[in-house]
């Protein structure tokens, strides 16, 4: 093989690897959430609902078959069906009351045009003049009282 077909089969080697390169995609791509994530409390209450949902679901399903089926678990599958959905329903009202409960503990999510946020704003603000007048007497007291008279 002479230099020439070397250099040839190095830039083929060099361009097909280019290619792989531009034809790489990840397999995911990253993108910001779009809704905030629910509160751990919120969270745990909506898990604990879906399972008993989806459990409810199961025994309304089987007490169908039992009744299809003429068995003797229909009537005790049916009775059970009844509280389960009670029981779910129940659970349901405890994610609404939950949320409810945290927001008002935890505040209001913060719109531009939300009252809360100026409040918070101007608390902060307050607290960082109220902590920069006790720095600045504190200074005053550590130099003794010096300077404390030199401009009325």
């Given amino acids: ?3 020439a077909e070397r250099s040839r089969a190095a830039e083929e080697s060099a361009a097909t690897t280019a290619q792989q390169r531009a034809s790489y995609r990840p397999l995911w791509v990253e993108e910001p959430a779009r809704r905030r994530r629910l509160p751990d409390p919120v969270r745990t209450a909506a898990v604990r609902a879906v399972l008993i949902i989806s459990l409810t679901l199961l025994q309304a399903m089987v007490a169908l078959l039992c009744t299809l089926a003429e068995s003797w678990l229909a009537f005790p599958m049916v009775i059970s069906s009844v509280v389960s959905t009670v029981v779910a329903t129940w659970s349901v009202l ?3 009351v939950t949320r ?9 999510v913060s719109a531009p045009s939300s009252t809360a946020r100026s409040l918070r704003r ?3 603000r ?3 003049q109220a902590r920069a007048a006790e720095r600045a007497q504190e200074r005053i007291r550590r130099q003794g009282g010096a300077g404390q008279l030199s401009h009325p």
């Fill in 1 to 3: 093989m002479g230099t």
């Fill in 94 to 96: 405890d994610v609404w």
């Fill in 100 to 108: 409810q409960v945290w927001n008002q503990r935890n505040g209001v």
């Fill in 122 to 124: 101007e608390r902060r």
């Fill in 126 to 128: 307050a607290r960082r």
